[in-house]
């Protein structure tokens, strides 16, 4: 089938492929660095990684420098269509003098900066509060004793100046995303006093006034994690709250609930009281397990949210998947273009027709014709998109990734 013909198909739907296609064509994905090297970070230190964070496998070619992980980025980003966001974390540093995380400057990151200006890349930034000796009890900026909380306040507070010139350098607003591993393997009997902790350093933390232009502050939640079952501070109720009273952005895991909670239910819901979204798009596998994001249900009903709820403007899109059992440009590859071709499927639904449907009470029809719509050639579309993009799909794309993955599997 042609690209033409598949139009014609869709216009019978009154739905215009050139209209999703231009849609589609702007949204910059926020790529996530740590798929490239297992969350390992070029910090000069060696231990283990904590709070949960853990990669599977030993696949060969892991980046072991920042040129490696470039080299890997340009690789992938050549395979993906339109023009993205790297997500840095602040383990990522580039720096000779091995800064500890209350020592990090911007300087230490400028070289991503020069890299992202190149390569016409927006950033987006995270502090790191795991791998490190000051988190191996999974407390950090709810931990009991003020000096270490301190610690991570300092941390934070740098993380943000340097996101804040970030993205001024870049032109576009860098989100720096919050997320803290902070809980108890086993019941505590003080929540509220660890909850009251995490508060006041998040206060302490986020004083400082940035123009948002150029920084955007983001809190992620999370239900549980590995050494954390009994209680996460930093709960669902937690964030959600302390967002909506800060005017921040909300970070929502995939990952991150109940595993019968539906996120895709939860973007209209918290829209109503919070300006923007942040996304950390993930495939739980009966745990917070990240891995690599499919054109599943789940993902193809977030962007059929994001769209049919108008959410597309105020929602940063970011991934969080790692996974070291394959070859990891190509994991970034796939699960990138996954979230495009979910957000092309979303963009190419007769929705006006589902929304009148269901508006009138007509589930029958509203049902008929979602059903029916999975049958239409969204595949000649997205192919149509990734030719105007000069990227490769099918079978040309699996031989790319195979190359590319023979050329790294020495290091
Ligand atoms: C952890 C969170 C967090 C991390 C990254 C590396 O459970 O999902 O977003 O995955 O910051
Ligand atoms: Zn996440």
Partial sequence: MTYETARAIFAEWDVDTELAIDRLRPIAISIHCWQGDDVTGFEAKGGMSSGGIQATGN???????????????????????????????????????????????????????????ENGL????????????????????????????????????????????????????????????????DAPVDRGAARMRLEASLDAMLSDVFDRSHMLDAVESKLFGIGVEACTVGSH??????????????????????????????????????????????????????????????IIAVAQELVSSQLLDRTHVGLDFFDATISRTAAWVLGTRNMQKALLRALLLPLDRVKAAEAAL??????????????????EVWREFCKRANVPSGQALIGELAAYQDSVSDR
Avoid at 248 to 257: E, K, N, T, V
Avoid at 362 to 379: H, I, N, S
């Fill in 59 to 117: 696949h060969p070619g892991r980046a072991r420098n920042p040129s490696e992980l470039r080299a890997d980025l340009e690789f992938a980003l050549s395979m993906i269509p339109g023009r993205h966001r790297l997500n840095l974390h602040a383990m990522y540093m580039d720096a000779d003098d091995a800064p500890d995380r209350d020592e990090i400057e911007y300087r230490h990151f400028a070289s991503w900066v020069d890299w992202a200006l």
């Fill in 122 to 185: 927006g950033l987006d930034f995270n502090p790191t509060f795991f791998a490190h000796a000051k988190a191996d009890d999974n407390l950090t900026l709810s931990h009991p004793d003020k000096g270490v909380r301190e610690f991570w306040i300092e941390h934070g507070r740098r993380t943000r100046e340097i996101a804040a010139r970030m993205g001024r350098e870049i032109g576009s607003p860098v989100v720096n995303n919050v997320w803290v591993p902070d809980g108890y393997k």
């Fill in 237 to 298: 109720e937690f964030y959600l709250g302390y967002a909506i009273r800060k005017g921040m952005l909300l970070c929502l895991d995939m990952g991150h609930f109940h595993p019968t909670e539906d996120v895709a239910d939860k973007l209209s819901a918290v829209a109503l009281s919070l300006d923007a979204i942040l996304l950390h798009v993930s495939r739980p596998m009966r745990w917070d397990s990240d891995h690599v994001i499919l054109l599943n249900d789940d």
């Fill in 362 to 379: 007509d589930f029958t029809q509203r049902l008929a014709v979602m059903e029916e719509a999975r049958d239409l050639p969204f595949g």
